[in-house]
């Protein structure tokens, strides 16, 4: 951001930020393997009020020349859409400001978008953007609750979730799928509909497809479909000091297929969801390494078990 005379202290100058964009750009092109993208930089003007017009205009350019993502915020309140209508009275809403700098494609990820309008929305699938759904950031800091179901169902917009740290107080994606749930019921109650309530399933999918879609990894990452990465997360539900209670007529019988036995899988979902945390996450795979096993350690994070050799 060069544009933040709120906060000067935190902004950089036009040359500073091509220079700071070109560096990144720079060593991860180096330290990436020929054959793989392994890391990517993403372009981010942190948004629309805080970057100028040059700015804007460079970043847009700079991402389709170099084919880079881009990430930044949109309607998180009502008062910084007030703010953007100020700052850039040629454009009609918060999404043109974006459009009109080159800033939205099917490589643009939207954080936030509580308060769109009709005309936004349909601009948003037009260009194929991802919206980013930051439930307990915008919870915490009163920004609003985002009709996502609409977006889901409706404007058919590819949803994916965010922490928003620190704007949000949980890091783990486990929580947000969550809190997306609780936000999209208290939005039902305002709006008397139960059509604005988020199902289980939606959650889940917003945090494993919505978000391979939405950084442009949908034939990598997101399921178990056959030839994709296998990043994935093995989750126990019964191990010793565990949160959530499993009792054996909860326990479906994999032998078989029927709508009651699945009907059981979805209530042990639902059950990790709710009331499971990180002690439930026993094993993780990134592209079928094995990067933490607790099993070995007893159920004890690996990572720290590293730490404590290391200072003993």
């Not at 996502?148 to 949980?170: A, E, H, M, R, W």
């Not at 604005?196 to 399933?201: A, Q, R, V, W």
């Not at 990598?220 to 126990?236: A, Y």
Request: aromatic letters at 8%; one cysteine or more; proline letters at 4%.
């Amino acid at each position: 951001m060069d544009h933040n005379e709120t906060y000067d202290k935190y902004q950089e100058t036009y040359e500073e930020c091509i220079h700071s964009m070109t560096k990144i750009i720079t060593h991860l092109s180096n330290i990436n393997p020929e054959e793989e993208v392994l890391v990517r930089p993403i372009v981010t003007p942190r948004f629309a009020p805080v970057c100028t017009r040059k700015l804007l205009k460079y970043l847009g350019n700079l991402s389709n020349i170099n084919h880079l993502p881009i990430q930044t915020h949109i309607s998180e309140n009502k008062k910084e859409v007030e703010l953007v209508h100020d700052l850039f009275p040629e454009c009609p809403d918060y999404a043109t400001v974006y459009d009109k700098h080159d800033l939205l494609n099917e490589s643009t990820i939207l954080a936030h978008a509580i308060h769109l309008t009709d005309k936004e929305r349909k601009l948003i699938k037009k260009k194929n953007c991802s919206i980013s759904h930051c439930p307990t950031s915008n919870t915490f800091i009163s920004s609003g609750e985002a009709p996502i179901k609409q977006y889901l169902t409706k404007d058919k917009i590819n949803v994916s979730l965010g922490t928003d740290i620190s704007g949000g107080f949980d890091s783990s994606i486990l929580g947000v799928v969550k809190h997306s749930i609780l936000v999209s019921h208290h939005l039902a109650m305002k709006t008397n509909d139960t059509k604005d309530k988020l199902t289980l399933e939606d959650a889940l999918y917003m945090s494993t497809m919505g978000g391979a879609k939405a950084v442009g990894l949908p034939d990598m990452i997101g399921s178990f479909e056959l030839g994709k990465k296998f990043d994935v997360q093995l989750i126990d539900l019964t191990i010793e000091e565990s949160n959530v209670d499993v009792f054996n007529w909860q326990i479906p019988d994999t032998s078989n297929t029927s709508e009651s036995d699945y009907q059981h899988m979805v209530d042990l979902l639902g059950k990790w969801v709710f009331s499971g945390d990180d002690r439930n996450c026993v094993k993780v795979w990134c592209n079928g390494r094995l990067v933490l096993d607790k099993k070995v350690n007893g159920h004890r994070d690996d990572r720290w078990v590293m730490i404590e050799s290391e200072f003993s």
